[in-house]
């Protein structure tokens, strides 16, 4: 079984260029994550979606950041412009439902963006 | 709020040593207790979890855990560690739906 696929696996821009970044989670998984994980850091929740459903955004900055996972399947989170302190991993994970109880969190190797 | 600490950010440990990484967190009522291992390149795994009931929890790749309510501690342990422990390791607390994860410690393991 596949797991969950993120692409593309490193991307350099440069500061105030677009960025996008994709997630295919793992198939029959309703609930997807968006966390940011910063050097020396552990990740810390950007968005989670029941399926195409933005349930949890509290911590996406809106004003640069958004996602969109609009057939409840793959997901793009995208930062327009980027800033040089977004120079850090994006990681992506999926789960059949949202509950942590019964529901492990499956994480994609991240995509790591570095601004210039 | 919940919060997580892991007070050592790197350790060394010869190939075939125990191993304990710790993990304190800070949670209003009982909580749920993660750890995840990272290792390069790789997504983070789940190594073992607890939720309820019996306080030893036993993970994969021989690995447990212990919780203790009354020290706010969810130590990570492993008897033997092999070279291919080397990691990193995340210690994470859980609501219903969230997970918050500590820094991390990295795991070096010498010959």
């Given at each position: 079984?596949?797991?969950?696929?993120?692409?593309?696996?490193?991307?350099?821009?440069?500061?105030k260029?677009?960025?996008?970044?994709?997630?295919?989670?793992?198939?029959?998984?309703?609930?997807?994550?968006?966390?940011?994980?910063?050097?020396?850091?552990?990740?810390e929740?950007?968005?989670?979606?029941?399926?195409?459903?933005?349930?949890?955004?509290?911590?996406?900055?809106?004003?640069?950041?958004?996602?969109?996972?609009?057939?409840?399947?793959?997901?793009?989170?995208?930062?327009?412009?980027?800033?040089l302190?977004?120079?850090?991993?994006?990681?992506?994970?999926?789960?059949?439902?949202?509950?942590?109880?019964l529901?492990?969190?499956?994480?994609?190797?991240?995509?790591?963006?570095?601004?210039? | 709020?919940?919060?997580?600490?892991?007070?050592?950010?790197?350790?060394?440990?010869?190939?075939?040593a125990?191993?304990?990484?710790?993990?304190?967190?800070?949670?209003?009522?009982?909580?749920?207790?993660?750890?995840?291992?990272?290792?390069?390149?790789?997504?983070?795994?789940?190594?073992?979890?607890?939720l309820?009931?019996?306080?030893?929890?036993?993970?994969?790749?021989?690995?447990?855990?212990?919780?203790?309510?009354?020290?706010?501690?969810?130590?990570?342990?492993?008897?033997?560690?092999?070279w291919?422990?080397?990691?990193?390791?995340?210690?994470?607390v859980?609501?219903?739906?969230?997970?918050?994860?500590?820094?991390?410690?990295?795991?070096?393991?010498?010959?």
């Amino acid at each position: 079984e596949a797991g969950v696929v993120q692409s593309p696996r490193y991307k350099i821009i440069e500061k105030k260029q677009p960025v996008a970044f994709w997630c295919n989670p793992i198939s029959g998984h309703n609930t997807l994550y968006w966390y940011l994980q910063n050097l020396g850091q552990g990740p810390e929740l950007l968005i989670r979606y029941e399926n195409e459903e933005a349930v949890d955004d509290s911590q996406l900055p809106k004003d640069r950041f958004s996602a969109e996972r609009l057939k409840g399947v793959d997901s793009t989170l995208k930062i327009q412009p980027a800033e040089l302190g977004d120079s850090a991993v994006y990681l992506c994970a999926s789960s059949l439902a949202a509950g942590l109880a019964l529901n492990e969190q499956f994480f994609g190797p991240g995509t790591r963006l570095t601004v210039l | 709020a919940q919060s997580v600490t892991q007070p050592d950010i790197h350790i060394t440990v010869s190939e075939g040593a125990s191993l304990e990484l710790r993990c304190n967190y800070s949670y209003g009522a009982t909580p749920y207790l993660f750890w995840y291992v990272q290792s390069p390149g790789q997504g983070l795994q789940l190594l073992l979890k607890y939720l309820s009931g019996d306080t030893l929890v036993q993970g994969i790749k021989g690995f447990e855990a212990e919780f203790k309510r009354s020290q706010s501690s969810f130590n990570l342990r492993k008897p033997s560690v092999h070279w291919s422990d080397a990691a990193e390791y995340f210690c994470a607390v859980g609501s219903r739906y969230a997970l918050n994860f500590g820094k991390g410690t990295s795991l070096l393991v010498t010959p």
